[in-house]
């Protein structure tokens, strides 16, 4: 077992052991286990972190037995010019506030209390950068009252949840880079990655799609860049997006509906050396309220925009609102007089992402596979939009399955606004693996998969059965389809035979067919002969 793995196996451990102290406290499957889970983690890494800047920027520090015991022995003084010199993305905490604090005050009287003001105090103490917004402008704070949760022996809980953590440490952890966290993300959320609520972006979108997306949209080096994601969840897209920029080189932008995505999105960034952005993680309705404009009211533009929206969902209540909105150039779908979950609110999310792109603007967005051959309506005006106005940079076909949670056929439409030559339509249906989910049948594409996809797409390359160069003028042609499979040139293999060998076949091919009429007409004799029994009995 390599250093890394095992640091993985290690703090995968720590996790399962915070899910079993919520279990043994009532807490497992619980509506608010992944509040505590999540928060719990957050704390720990960031008592860590902090530990771990420390000492880089003391070497008395960084050699002292007891690093804490030296913390504590600083005055006032030195001790705020110490936190004066830590990056924005370090918390700033206090002595007192340490997890080895608490834990030696983990028998005094009511230990809950003091346990949920530690988390508030830090919370409070740094608001200014690790407090995401809703619509309104209200904070949403880092950490809450958890204990609350706990209807009995709330003092016992926060024992236990601070006895698990003093015995583990991040400090060898923070070296690593973007793969790493992205597995433990993956098992820390596992459990809670449903979206009990139906209402935006899946909470975790497979890294394959991400990597694809993220691949084929960066494929040259970029600075200072803006990243945006209408329909966050946890933020899966847009940590492979700003992975292959650069996360110093850009600034990501989000927003979601849900509360339980924007935190855990949050926590995302904070794993992904991204704190800078959290200020820009929206909770809100993207499509009847969005959030991030300009000062004048104008909707800001953004360098690259990927997104995997809802495909369908009620939005019935204020859809009349949308209807003077210029952002739907396309229209707004109308309600059903039944089955209004039904509704395609995911092309109200390509129209906004089409909105919201800047001059030099890039995009990916999922979308179910029947857009892009839809015959008319919504689909085929936003399909004919991209295409006369020489948008379209391409369009990949997933396989069936690449959600475990839906059966649903998925295709990645790019967009890009200084789009230089023709389309490139990829039928990737045929790639992957097929493998159990629990109940679920999933598709996992392999690492030679995604870089066919990656390739073959950047190099705009014609493969046989797999990926044709198409101009607008032949996608207009052939009203707008997006559907590779129509553009494929049609292969007749031909082989010589001799003339006997023709006859051969021949008579051949023509018993059989006789041999299935004769089937044909006894399996037509019996029928009539049952259903004459059926009309005397």
Sequence with gaps: MTQVQEFQQQTKALIDDLKAVSANYGLGNDGNEFKIITQVFLYKFLNDKFIYEVKKLDAEIAGADNVDEALRAYSADDYEMLMMQLGESTAQIAPDQFISSL????????????????LIDIARDNS????????????????EDISNYVRKDRDGFCKAIINKLVGFSFENIFDEKFDFYAGIFEYLIK??????????????????????????LVSRAVDNATCYDPSAGSGTLLMNLAHEIGEDKCTIYSQDISQKSSSLLRLNLILNDLVHSIPNVVQGNTILEPYHKTENGNFHKFDYIVANPPFKLDFSDYRDQLEDSNRFFAGVPKIPAKKKESMAIYLLFMQHIIHSLSKIGKAAIVVPTGFITAKSGIDKKIRQKLVDEKILSGVVSMPSNIFATTPTSVSIIFIDKENNGDVVLIDASTLGKKVKDGKNQKTLLSDADEQKITDTFIAKEALDDFSVVVSYED????????????????????????????????ESHIKTVMNFFDESKKLESEIIKKLSQIKYE
Excluded: W
């Excluded at 459990?191 to 084929?216: L, Q, W």
């Excluded at 009203?479 to 006997?500: C, Q």
């Design 103 to 118: 834990f030696t005050q983990q028998n005094e009287p009511n230990f809950a209390d003091l346990f949920d003001k530690t």
């Design 128 to 143: 200014g950068i690790f407090s995401a917004v809703t619509n309104e402008g209200e904070k949403i704070a880092l950490f």
């Design 191 to 216: 459990d809670y990655n449903i979206d009990s609520g139906g209402m935006y972006a899946e909470y975790f979108t497979p890294h394959a799609v991400a990597k694809v997306m993220a691949r084929c």
């Design 475 to 506: 996608i207009a042609a052939k009203n707008y389809s997006l559907n590779a499979g129509r553009y494929f040139d049609v292969n007749i293999r031909y082989i010589d035979i001799s003339e006997k060998e023709f006859e051969v076949k021949m």
